[in-house]
């Protein structure tokens, strides 16, 4: 790393947050693993192994905290972004969610109204995925050390078959469960009081029964249609999918045309210069799904509100390998980059 000190795109989840996590976190913890997913996987979560229960089945444990300012932003708030995030972590990794803790740093003059709000949604978010919050923890600090609310959510699941975002394979097809960019983009046009005549709202949702019906696919000897999966929060697209690239060993080629994007998006993009693809989302995930299984995968997504506007937006390719290259309309070619960081702080 060039800088002696933290700044934003330390964890802003593009290049900059990599280098910090490879170069002093990994480098500094030296017992990383519990089971067959360990910390320097860097996937959404890790496992821990049953000891002594002979079992097949993994837990499966995820944290995040959550820093979003303001706390309150079109369509819902932290609560539900907190909470949506960790379930999302889960299911991404083919677990089932069993519990969640919650724990709140609130500074000093913070609304009790709207602390309140916050945790009702909360609870409202968990139940709509079945995830009782089980234990948790309040601190309080002076209102000169904290701008706003902070929120940290960890996560419990299960599963007898992971799912890692480095599971691609060539001829694989690459899918998108909805729209992309919708919540960056939401967030910023409201933190900075653009009206792009829109009622674009932040996407932010609990994907576990959207997905939990896939996590059952199999094709007819006995593999997993599922290969891969990965929510693109920070960084948005372009950096879950070099992930899974770079960790594959595999090349993506995705189609401009074939990505969903709303209208109000790809035009706020457009007039900030943003590329779309690097934009925060809180209600998505990228799956990976074995060829001639993509049109079923679909069928199942589209039937949940969540899952209307998922869409194939390209395929796993042996050239090119840990990179993706995106094809325009005019079947011009150019590489998708991991980006520095998020070009929104604090979205998440």
């Known amino acids: 790393m060039k800088s002696n000190t ?26 990383k693993s519990a089971g067959s997913i360990g910390l320097e ?22 944290t995040d905290s959550h820093v979003i300012t303001p706390a309150f932003f079109p369509n819902t708030n932290i609560g539900r972004l907190a909470v949506a995030g960790t379930i999302n972590d889960l299911t991404v990794m083919g677990a089932k969610p069993l519990a969640l803790t919650c724990a709140v740093v609130v500074p000093e003059g913070f609304p009790l109204t709207e602390f309140e709000e916050i945790i009702k949604t909360m609870d409202e978010t968990a139940a709509e995925a079945g995830v009782p919050i089980i234990t948790g923890d309040t601190k309080t600090v002076e209102k000169t050390a904290l701008d706003s609310i902070i929120l940290n959510t960890a996560g419990l699941g299960i599963t007898d078959s992971p799912v890692r975002d480095s599971g691609l394979q060539v001829g694989d097809k690459i899918l998108v469960t909805g729209t992309i960019g919708d919540h960056g983009i939401s967030l910023m046009a409201h933190r900075e009081g653009f009206d792009f005549d829109t009622d674009l709202v932040s996407d932010s949702a609990p994907l576990w029964r959207l997905i939990e019906p896939l996590l059952k696919l199999r094709t007819p000897d006995g593999k997993p249609v599922i290969t891969a999966m990965k929510d693109p929060t920070r960084g948005g697209l372009a950096n879950a999918l070099n992930e899974m690239a770079k960790k594959s060993g595999t090349g993506i080629l995705i189609e401009e045309d074939w990505i969903p994007f709303k209208p109000a998006v790809s035009a706020a993009c457009e007039m900030l210069g943003l590329d779309p693809l690097e934009v925060a989302n809180e209600g998505k995930a990228v799956i990976g799904v074995r060829s001639g299984f993509e049109e079923e995968v679909l069928s199942i997504l589209r039937q949940h509100p969540y899952g ?8 796993v390719t042996p050239d090119n390998k840990g990179e993706v290259i995106l094809r325009n309309r005019f079947g011009g070619m150019r590489y998708v980059d991991i980006p520095a960081g998020d070009p929104i702080p604090r979205v998440c």
Not at 42 to 59: A, F, H, K, P, Q
Not at 308 to 315: L, Y
Request: glycine share 12%; hydrophobic share 40%.
């Open 308 to 315: 209307r506007d998922a869409a194939v937006i390209g395929e």
């Open 41 to 62: 996987s860097l996937d959404d979560g890790s496992t821990i192994r049953l000891e002594g229960l002979n079992s097949e089945y993994e837990l499966v444990l995820t």
């Open 6 to 31: 933290i700044s934003l795109e330390h964890g802003a989840g593009g290049e900059v947050m990599q280098a910090l996590i490879g170069e002093i976190i990994l480098k500094n913890f030296h017992n």
